[in-house]
């Protein structure tokens, strides 16, 4: 492993997730042949998917050699929203301030679980709410009832049991989404002897 405060190791590429209020650089290497930082300047603005509000923020490139090195403090990272961020790499030039964007994709920032947060995705928040929900059900056989001309309709357990599956399913594909960033073997590894 790496020392992720050394600029130098910093990976080449972005990174797919962040944690509210950590640091994290990056580099882009090779730019500054064709961006030359006398000329050129180069920032990420990443805006929440959510579309609610102005949820954006902007990393500024800083020359290193060849390489453009992107760097978000703990200070700035801490004001954060969490939640799925898409991003894009906008050069723009110094002499017109004419912009274009070279690269985009997405981020996920993470609640730092300092915060005393619920760490749970939404798919799992979702299976311990529809399992709770059955085993009441064990207890009331009504699905619908009405009193002073107002009604109530439940879920039947079939369709309850329907959306626990597909919410455990989710389940199943983040953890072997984490097991794969981390390299750890899951239930979807593949062994093979030679």
């Known amino acids: 492993m790496v020392n ?27 730019l500054a042949s064709d961006y030359p930082s006398t000329q050129y300047s180069l920032t990420y603005i990443s805006r929440a998917a959510s579309g609610a509000g102005n949820h954006e923020f902007q990393v500024p490139g800083v020359l290193s050699g060849s390489d453009y090195v992107f760097t978000i403090t703990s200070a700035d990272s801490a004001n954060f929203d969490a939640g799925r961020h898409h991003w894009q790499l906008e050069v723009t030039r110094a002499s ?5 964007v070279i690269l985009t994709g997405l981020w996920d920032i993470i609640e730092d679980l300092d915060d005393n947060i619920d760490p749970r995705s939404h798919a799992e928040i979702m299976v311990d709410k529809i399992e709770a929900v059955l085993q009441n059900r064990a207890d009331a056989d009504v699905l619908s009832y009405s009193i002073n001309g107002r009604s109530l309709s439940k879920m039947p357990p079939s369709e309850l049991m329907e959306w626990r599956d597909y919410y455990r399913r989710e389940v199943v594909i983040e953890y072997r989404k984490a097991h794969a960033r981390t390299s750890r073997p899951h239930s979807g590894t593949v062994k093979i002897r030679f």
Do not use: Q
């Open 4 to 30: 992720v405060f050394d600029p130098a190791a910093a990976p080449n590429v972005e990174p797919d997730r962040l944690v509210v209020g950590d640091r994290v650089t990056w580099r882009k290497p090779g």
């Open 96 to 100: 017109d301030a004419e912009r274009a």
